[in-house]
């Protein structure tokens, strides 16, 4: 391959949202834009549902932008996913992703890529994945940080509770690499955002439920108040429009 067919393909490759998190030296993005973002990822998931599909590997690198400055964007890598109904795989989704139910062994639907959306929001803001885990054992620690311990039915049917449990049902307690332990239900999720947003605290929320069966479809996401546009903040949405896009298009040029 020539020089100038290697510097064309890199210039026209589309980004990723992880390059687009690190292009943005990891700060994290404006609501405004996470929302569009969002809109688009949820619309793809609706599709999914309907035709049984889970896409078993959401995360920001398998979403990419359409185009050079627009928020479009496209799911990519469908090489782990399945139908519903054919959920042979017990070791799926990339491990800051993954859902409870999947690192814990219980049964497992297409709420798990709900699980991975409310994920890649949280990064979006912070500009850091929310659940950092060095391992599958702090990955659940890190979960139970923010979200406390699983309910009892939930740990009932879990088949892989021994890694994380000792006999009694106490969370195994672990030390990182950097030497920090991670105690449950000690930081609440707009805490660990440093959101002050109830709205899209909630939205997030309702994507991060221990119960995969409370957890929110992307129909109920699509109508979720966050997402919706009233006629009363019109022009202030395409203030924030204009703010996103100018965003996004610096972003690009630095491409």
């Known amino acids: 391959m020539s020089y100038l067919s290697k510097s064309l393909k890199l ?3 589309r980004l990723n949202l992880y390059e687009l998190i690190k292009k943005n030296n990891y700060q994290g993005f404006s609501l405004s834009l996470i929302k569009r973002f969002c809109n688009s990822i949820v619309k793809c998931l609706r599709f999914l549902d309907e ?5 078993c590997d959401l995360k920001p690198e398998n979403v990419l932008l359409k185009q050079r400055g627009s ?3 496209k ?8 139908f519903s109904d054919r959920t042979v795989y017990t070791y799926i989704q990339s491990r800051f992703y993954r859902s409870p139910e999947v690192i814990l062994g219980y049964p497992y639907d297409k709420a ?11 990064e979006l803001y912070t500009g850091y994945p929310l659940f950092p885990g060095e391992n599958e ?4 620690a890190c979960i139970m940080e923010i979200l406390g311990v699983p309910s009892k039915e939930i740990f009932q049917l879990a088949t892989r509770k021994r890694l994380f449990f000792d006999s009694r049902g106490v969370p195994r307690c672990i030390t990182n690499s950097k030497g920090r332990k991670r105690k449950p239900g000690s930081k609440t999720l ?3 955002l440093r959101c002050n947003d109830t709205v899209f605290i909630d939205f997030v929320s309702k994507c991060l439920e221990w119960d995969p069966h409370k957890r929110m479809t992307p129909e109920q996401a699509a109508r979720h108040e966050w997402l919706q546009v009233s006629a009363s903040k019109a022009y202030f949405g395409s203030k924030s429009k204009e703010s996103s896009d ?3 298009n610096f972003l690009h040029k630095q491409q």
């Open 75 to 82: 799911v990519i890598d469908f090489g782990s996913s399945c």
């Open 51 to 55: 035709l049984d599909i889970i896409h």
């Open 112 to 122: 798990i890529d709900m699980w991975s959306l409310g994920c890649i929001l949280a």
């Open 246 to 248: 100018t965003q996004l």
């Open 190 to 192: 707009s805490q660990a």
């Open 71 to 73: 928020s479009t964007i």
């Open 137 to 140: 054992v702090e990955q659940l």
């Open 11 to 13: 210039r026209f490759r």
